[in-house]
Structures are given as C-alpha cells and as structure tokens.
C-alpha cells in the first residue's frame, strides 16, 4: 500500500475493542488516532498502551480532520446510529457483528449506506482466518469438483454472563451469526432455514430464554446444505473446525492448539494440548487481515471486506434460525 497511515477513530475500549487497537498499533498502514468510550478509563488505558487521545464523548472522533475512518467496537445497539454517523462525515467504518438485534432498524439504515457511497465493511473476521479462506480459495478453484456439504463446528470455551446473554439478542444472533456469514462465504445463496436449539448446561441461558446449544441446517438454491453446529462450552477448548465436502473430495480445516508436541505414555497416546482458549487468540491472524483488508477498502483499493449486505443476510438467518428453533418449523429466507 502507499500513502500515509489511515489514522483510526476506534469506539468502544472491551475486549474487541482491545484487539482492534492491537491490530491498529501493529499494522504499518494504520495509526490509532482517538479512542472513545463513555468508560473513558479504557479509553485511557488504550491510548497509554498504544498511543492517540482518549475521550468520554464519540462527537470528538467526528471532528473534521480528526480520523480518517471509524472502527466500532462498542455494544450493538449503539452501531446504527454511529454508523449513520460516520457515513454522515464521509469516513469509511469498519463495524462488528451484527448491525442491530433489529431487522427493520438495519433496513431502515440500508438506503441510507447505498446513497451516501461511503465504505461500510462488517467484522467478521473469519473470512480472513488463514486456513478457512485456503479452503475457500481452493473450493472456488474447484479442487473438490461441486460442494454438496459443509459443515462448521463453533464451540465457545464457556458460557457468557448471564448478564451478556440477557442483552445479547440470543445465541443465533450473537455467537452463529459469525458461522452464518462463513456460511454464505462458501454458499451465499441459501434459501431455507432449519434450527433445534437446547438449554442443557447454561442457568444464564435458561433463566433468559435462550439456548445453550443448537444445530442449524441451511439449504442453497443448488441444493447443497451447510450445518452449523454450536455449544456455549468446550472442554477442550475454543472449538473451531470446518469441513468441506465436494463430488471430487473434501477439505478439512482442522482446530488450532496451543501446541504442536503430543506426548506419548502408559496414560495415553499422542496426548497433546488442548485447543486455543480464547476468540482473540485463535483468530488473531485473521483480524489482522480483516483490518488490513479494510485499509485497502478505505483508500478505495479493491477489497474482500465483508460489506453491509453480508451483515444485512447474516441477520435475517439468524432471525430466520430464532423463528425455526422455537416455532420448530422450517423457515424460507430471501436474502436480495
């Protein structure tokens, strides 16, 4: 890339927040300018890490001549209105999952996004996990001949707060709207939702009406059929595994551990470590990848980065798979 660093307004201080200023200090073509958070002691705990000026009051970040694009980091129902207001001073934004819990607040924004022609780009940063977009490339490629099957296993090390899942908008609008969207990266044109979600383990989970654990069956137009599988908890570790299954072949994306050494003893055989602990960990290569693909998108290079619309259909499956799980029916979808 040429050019001077895109210097970033980075909202929100948590711990997606944390990574993306990790991923800012760290990448050459970016400068963290500005962090706001009404909880400005992570605004300020930020800035003395990584460097830029921290404040209380988002309005700072949209100062004129402040920050070159926006990163939004902060709890959901805060993204429509800071997105429509980035787009409003022409800075390019990158948002995390989901725009809204809402449909109608993400349609009522959607016109809004096309006029204005501003870059809108969508956290899910798993598109750009190394392994997960190998086996995306060489699917397009057609190395395993026409996909039938895929399969995605996404286990969380443990259940959230109770307090998080009361706000969170439900396990298929929080945890698998990630795996919908990697869905739609190897089959975009799904057309039918089915979910059965359970609540085995989670008190947090049943005293909020949610699930705990859930498996969710996508079919395409062609007839070829994703399944999502989902659980709260892994004792293993943060479970994240892909398999691709084609007329010709299959590829298999397999979990990352914490270790390549297995041990061998009377207790065991090929014992190795258990898997990644953390979201963060496991996927931090590919949120530096989803951050520089995003630089490129800001400089009006072309670029992969998830846009609005994949937000927009990762939503209506996950509302889709919300109806499906507790009317138990099968629920058609069109994403246009």
Known sequence: MTGSPLRFGLIGSGRIGQVHAAGIAADADAVLAWVADPFVDGAHRLVDQYGGQATDDVEDLFVPGRVDAVLIASPTPTHVGLI??????????????????????????????????????????????????????????????????????SRDPAAPPASYVAVSGGIFRDMT???????????????????????TFDPGAREHGDFDTAVTVLRSSTGAVATIVN???????????????????????????????????????ETRRPYEPSMAVRYAASYRAELHEFIRLARGEASTSPTFEDGRAALLLADAAQRSAHERVVVPVDLT
């Open 84 to 153: 429509a207001r980035s787009i409003e001073r022409g800075l390019p934004v990158l948002c995390e999952k989901p725009i809204d819990l809402d449909i109608a607040r993400v349609d009522a924004l959607r016109s809004r996004v096309r006029a204005a022609g501003v870059p809108v780009a969508l956290g899910f940063n798993r598109r750009f996990d190394p392994g997960f977009a190998q086996a995306r490339e060489r699917v397009g490629a057609g190395e395993i001949g026409r996909l039938e099957q895929l399969t995605i296993i």
């Open 177 to 199: 709207i990630h795996d919908f969207d990697m869905a739609r990266f190897f089959l975009p044109d799904v057309v039918e939702v089915q979910a059965v979600g359970t609540c």
């Open 231 to 269: 659980s709260r908890h892994s004792a293993v570790g943060y479970d994240q595994r892909i398999e691709v299954f084609g007329s010709e072949g299959t590829l298999e994306v397999a979990n990352q551990g914490t270790s390549l050494v297995s041990v061998s003893h009377a207790g065991g055989v």
